[in-house]
């Protein structure tokens, strides 16, 4: 300022405005570029999927998991592709029309390679939209096709792999994969759930009584060869004792007549020290 005329002498000021300015440009051309940076830069956490969209259509494309550069115009929507359990407990009519209470679980994920095609068509919540109503009418179509007994007892096992069969043929072209289906529970009219135990501890009881009589036949079997092999036994035995003892009481007898006084025969040999015995005229 110039005291004499009471003005400003810019003159003095523009050089410092021309410093400061061109010291503030690199800080805020960095300023700038952080932001295209940070706004460029997402992450897409472990079991996730990413889907960009730009101004609400979705491109097409699909992120990893991990940190990318992307358009900072497009935005990201994240999916999981983990294994998520969905539980489902129904009231659901057999064969006969008899109304069961069946609780099911499914363990599904999200197809990754057809994440953008999923959220453009059914959106993030696909599992409420698409998988829980194809779980419910699977349940249905399945159970109703068997008798209430087969439901309670053995076809439990073909019922499940019905169901999940039927849900992977659905599913699939959604673009989600099917893991497994599990049948926790089948609760019966307890009417008939006790005449269902009853039939069954009765098949029990009678193949039990089978077993037993047929254990008996096989130890009666076991007995009658046993007494027979023991009476064969007896019989040879018997036999070889009457041989010998008949073979005693000729030998006796004949001792007897060679060593009477009025015996006409002499006697040669002797059968117990292993010489024949010959009976030959005095």
Request: overall charge neutral; aromatic content about 4%.
């Amino acid at each position: 300022m110039n005291p004499t005329r009471g003005t400003i002498d810019l003159g003095d000021s523009m050089p410092n405005l021309r410093l400061a300015g061109s010291r503030l440009l690199p800080i805020a051309i960095g300023i700038v570029i952080l932001l295209l940076l940070l706004w460029s830069t997402t992450s897409i956490p472990t079991g996730n999927v990413g889907v960009l969209t730009l101004f609400g259509r979705v491109t097409g494309e699909t992120l990893p998991e991990g940190i990318h550069l992307i358009n900072p115009l497009k935005s990201v929507q994240k999916l999981t592709v983990q294994t998520q359990a969905l539980k489902e407990s129904a009231n659901v009519p057999s064969n006969e029309g008899l109304i069961l209470a069946l609780d099911t679980s499914l363990l599904f994920h999200l197809d990754k390679t057809k994440a953008a095609f999923v959220y453009q068509t059914v959106g993030e919540h696909y599992a409420e939209k698409v998988v829980e109503p194809t779980l419910r009418a699977a349940i249905r179509a399945s159970t109703s096709a068997h008798t209430a007994n087969a439901l309670y007892t053995n076809a439990r096992e073909l019922v499940q792999q019905q169901i999940q069969d039927e849900l992977a043929a659905q599913l699939a072209p959604r673009g989600v994969i099917v893991e497994n289906v599990l049948l926790r529970d089948v609760q019966l009219p307890a009417m008939l759930k006790g005449s269902i135990e009853a039939k069954q501890q009765a098949e029990q009881d009678a193949l039990r009584m089978s077993f037993i009589l047929q254990k008996e036949k096989q130890e009666a079997e076991r007995k009658r060869i046993e007494a027979q092999g023991i009476a064969d036994f007896q019989k040879i035995v018997a036999q070889g004792i009457s041989a010998q003892l008949l073979e005693w009481k000729g030998i006796e007898a004949t001792e007897k007549l060679a060593t009477s006084p009025n015996s006409k025969v002499i006697v040669i040999g002797n059968p117990k020290n292993g010489l024949p015995l010959v009976l030959e005229p005095r």
